[in-house]
């Protein structure tokens, strides 16, 4: 015992190594487990952290929503935020896009049908796309289905225009319209893509609650 006390008198680096040594795997579980405790509150807390900025994001997204239409339902208001966050988010496209687009083509009617059967929040025609969105004629209605179709249209037609007017006419006309307008050169009618996009800068010009997670450019041209 002395010579430990000497050696524990000589400094606390010294006295720890014979601790170590002293103890054996007692004390080193003990520190892997204060070790995993210590991994497991971080990872808490940058779940947390992560999860506090998910909502602050849909809080923005829901605020922009009452923007756009006051008198909407609330419970409807949020619903519509969630998805537009998850699948805007999912795509890597502009969520103020999306609901710049929903504005037009339904003024957030859930329940919206045009004169040529579009249906929905993002008026998906289903004679088009029923087998790519997975949707028939109840779940066409659904929120999330709805919005997932919708930018997945989007996606589909930027990528084959490279172009986000050409791709929000093909959006409204579809894409065979387009096709002969250029095939042709006859004149493009553009007053949807504009009338989106009137929305859209309003919505960049909106004070969200909160800073938003992650800065979202302006789409380039438009």
């Known amino acids: 015992m ?108 859930q329940r919206a049908v045009s004169p040529t059967g579009a249906r929905g929040l993002m008026q998906i025609m289903m004679s088009f796309w029923k087998d ?23 996606n589909t037609y930027y990528q084959r225009y490279n172009d986000i007017y050409l791709a929000l006419v093909a959006y409204n006309v579809g894409d065979s319209s387009v096709d002969f307008f250029l095939k042709h050169k006859k004149k493009i009618d553009y007053s949807y893509a504009r009338m989106t996009k009137k929305f859209y800068k309003q919505l960049k010009s909106v004070q969200a609650p909160f800073p938003p997670e992650r800065e979202q450019k302006d789409l380039l041209g438009f």
């Open 2 to 109: 002395s010579i430990f006390l000497t050696i524990m008198l000589a400094g606390w680096i010294p006295a720890l190594e014979l601790a170590l040594d002293y103890t054996g795997m007692d004390l080193k579980e003990q520190m892997i487990a204060q070790q995993k405790e210590e991994i497991n509150s971080l990872n808490k807390t940058i779940k947390n952290l992560h999860t506090n900025l998910e909502s602050h994001e849909i809080q923005n997204i829901y605020f922009k929503i009452i923007f756009l239409r006051p008198n909407i339902k609330p419970d409807l208001a949020k619903n519509i935020a969630s998805h537009v966050y998850a699948y805007s988010r999912e795509n890597n496209i502009d969520s103020d896009l999306i609901l710049s687009m929903i504005r037009v083509e339904s003024y957030f009617d």
């Open 132 to 154: 790519e969105c997975e949707v028939n004629s109840k779940t066409i209605y659904d929120i999330e289905k709805n919005i997932n179709c919708g930018i997945l249209v989007l």
